[in-house]
């Protein structure tokens, strides 16, 4: 048969003809058309053949006008091979149920491990994992991607400088790297403290050193606030003047803010599809529904399979599909005033220093253009102002030359 795949498929019967007449039998066959090959003579009685399993029944129909015998004693294909499988249908259910519970096994992860990190920090990376849903247990399947995993926990956790994220098999691997908080430097020498911006001062809070205003009063920029000189007449002792100095400061600020706003909102509604990806072939496995959304935003996600720690060239990928309409929203003069000096103040605020407050605000001049809102606004601060600066030897002068002034007896002496 000259196809010889086509005769595996279809299936292949062997046939035995023993008697007088067997090519007689033979010549019949051809004569009906039945294709048969491998003819072999066995002995002067006896010849062996090979058909198509689609012909069998030709080969019967010829066989009862036969006298002598014809037996069928082997059979080979495809057809064949499924009937041997069916017959061990246990073992090979068994087979493939063990390969796919290793398939899942090696895909679950069995091990996080954190490297470079305080025992304080490791808790919260692993508190924090938790929350995204990497635990021990779980599918690596349905979780994020390494690089998004990274983003996610710079963004959550402070003090994280960097953290590396790898996947090995069954095994997260993590290496982190703190930040170093600067230690707070040890003032060397004596100094004072004066203003950094000019400001009324509405608390002192002195700590070491001797108070040079007071409550209420406006001082300039470098204008000495606390003196790292103290002690008595007769001796004048050197500190490192230390406390703080709240005082009320202005800030003025301009923003602008569009009365009408354009912006992509979600729906809600979203088609999810699962698919296997081989280089760069990819096989769909649930999800065949395409989605019918005008606007949408794609979300995409690709595990790699392992199977007993050894990575495979086989994906897993996820692709999800949110559909999204594009809307508008329009503010009232008065609505578009409010946000606007939300804006300003919220980006005053980050720029401010920790524990300073915004006391007060004023809106200077505001203005309704093109569709846009101006806004002018000034903010009044409460902060500290006090700065250190080291008590030099012109001051030491100045200071022995005041003491001098304030008493001429000791000078005559």
Request: hydrophobic content about 40%; some cysteine.
């Amino acid at each position: 048969m000259n196809n010889q795949w086509l005769a595996f498929f279809q299936g292949i019967i062997f046939v035995k003809v023993e008697g007088q007449g067997a090519e007689r039998f033979i010549n019949r066959l051809i004569r009906s058309r039945v294709p048969i090959w491998q003819v072999s003579r066995q002995s002067e009685q006896a010849i062996t053949f090979s058909c198509s399993l689609q012909h069998i029944h030709k080969v019967r129909r010829e066989a009862r006008t036969f006298e002598g015998e014809i037996r069928f004693y082997r059979g080979e294909g495809f057809p064949f091979l499924l009937k041997r499988l069916w017959k061990s249908s246990g073992f090979v259910v068994g087979l493939v149920a063990f390969f796919v519970v290793i398939l899942l096994l090696s895909n679950i992860v069995w091990r996080i491990d954190i490297g470079g990190a305080s025992p304080k920090m490791e808790h919260q990376i692993r508190k924090e994992l938790a929350s995204m849903g990497v635990e021990k247990g779980r599918f690596i399947f349905g979780m994020d991607d390494p690089e998004t995993i990274q983003h996610k926990l710079l963004n959550q956790i402070e003090g994280l400088t960097w953290i590396g994220v790898e996947v090995k098999g069954s095994t997260f691997h993590f290496r982190v790297v703190e930040k170093n908080e600067p230690k707070e430097k040890k003032k060397n020498g004596p100094q004072h403290l004066v203003a950094a911006k000019e400001a009324v001062v509405v608390k002192l809070f002195v700590k070491k050193g001797q108070a040079t205003v007071k409550r209420d009063q406006f001082v300039h920029k470098g204008q000495l606030l606390v003196s790292g000189f103290i002690g008595t007449e007769e001796k004048v002792r050197e500190v490192a003047a230390d406390g703080e100095v709240l005082g009320e400061t202005w800030y003025k600020t301009t923003v602008e803010m569009p009365i009408t706003t354009e912006f992509q909102v979600l729906t809600g509604r979203q088609v999810k599809k699962h698919m296997f990806e081989v280089q760069a072939f990819r096989f769909p496995i649930w999800g065949f529904k395409s989605h019918s959304f005008a606007n949408y935003k794609k979300d995409e996600q690709v595990h790699s399979v392992s199977f007993v720690g050894m990575k495979l060239p086989i994906n897993y990928v996820e692709k999800t599909y949110y559909e999204s309409r594009r809307t508008s929203r329009s503010y009232t003069e008065k609505e578009a005033e409010q946000q606007a000096l939300a804006i300003a103040r919220g980006d005053l605020e980050s720029k401010l220093p920790e524990k300073a407050e915004i006391r007060g605000q004023k809106i200077l001049q505001r203005q309704f253009t093109n569709g846009k809102v101006k806004l002018s606004i000034h903010f009044q601060v409460l902060e500290n102002i006090a700065v250190g600066k080291p008590i030099t030897q012109g001051d030491k002068e100045n200071a022995r030359r005041k003491e001098r002034n304030e008493h001429p007896a000791r000078k005559s002496e």
